[in-house]
């Protein structure tokens, strides 16, 4: 591999971005327009699940006591919220025509390398099936293959938890969505459970260093 794709290939029709935003928070919808705007990516909003508007049969998507259990604490409906969130995404990819689904939450940062990390990444689609962009942790990661300037993509030795940024093939969101063994019921939080590749069959990788970030300013 000695090249890398121009930002200006076709192959960017082959990717859909997600943003995932709660209706009650349009100041953090404007500023990852402006960011995406500005790296030249389009994107549809997704209306976030909202802790506040729940229906009982929302809340029946948790299983509480497997949640105490493997998690250790006590569930939040905001983080429900989010994990539902989430899988609408998954859900609407799933019903679009795009080959590649990049997830973003609305805190987060882009970095101006994003679009070739995009680029890269879909010119070595047989590597992967879900890729972080972004990570709280390390990950102890071992480089397999660069590809965009000074990013490679790699596989994770260690836990690597967060959600704000990454990028999935139809595979792994049909796994995610399959029933019984996807994602519902909610057991642990979805940075917890998503990137499970050994539980869904999924090769679910590391881009190191991250094009993304959280963005710190915002609370």
């Known amino acids: 591999f000695t090249g890398f794709p121009s930002q200006t290939m076709p192959s960017m029709q082959r990717l859909q971005t997600w943003v995932i935003n709660l209706d009650r928070a349009p100041e953090r919808l404007a500023r990852i327009r402006a960011q995406l705007e500005h790296l030249g990516l389009p994107f549809t909003r997704l209306p976030a699940v909202d802790a506040r508007t729940m229906t009982p049969a929302t809340k029946a998507l948790l299983d509480e006591p497997a949640y105490r259990r493997k998690h250790g604490m006590a569930p939040v409906w905001g983080e429900l919220g989010c994990y539902l969130s989430h899988v609408e995404v998954v859900r609407a990819f799933l019903a679009s025509g795009a080959e590649f689904a ?6 987060v940062m882009l970095g101006e390398s994003l679009p070739a990390v995009l680029q890269g990444l ?3 689609a ?3 099936d879900a890729v972080k962009l972004s990570a709280v ?4 990661p071992v480089k397999v293959r660069e590809v965009a300037p ?6 994770m030795l260690s836990r690597v938890t967060g959600s704000s940024a990454y990028l999935m093939n139809r595979k792994a969101a049909a796994a995610w969505t399959r029933e019984p063994g996807g994602l519902l ?3 642990l939080p979805y940075d917890h459970v998503y990137d499970q590749g050994w539980r869904f069959g999924l090769k679910f990788r590391l881009v190191t ?6 963005d710190d300013q915002i609370e």
């Open 126 to 128: 047989d590597r992967w």
């Open 122 to 124: 879909m010119a070595c």
């Open 102 to 107: 990049l997830v973003l939450e609305d805190d």
């Open 150 to 155: 000074g990013h490679h993509l790699a596989v």
């Open 185 to 187: 019921p909610m057991q």
């Open 137 to 140: 942790h390390r990950g102890t």
């Open 209 to 214: 260093p991250t094009p993304c970030g959280h």
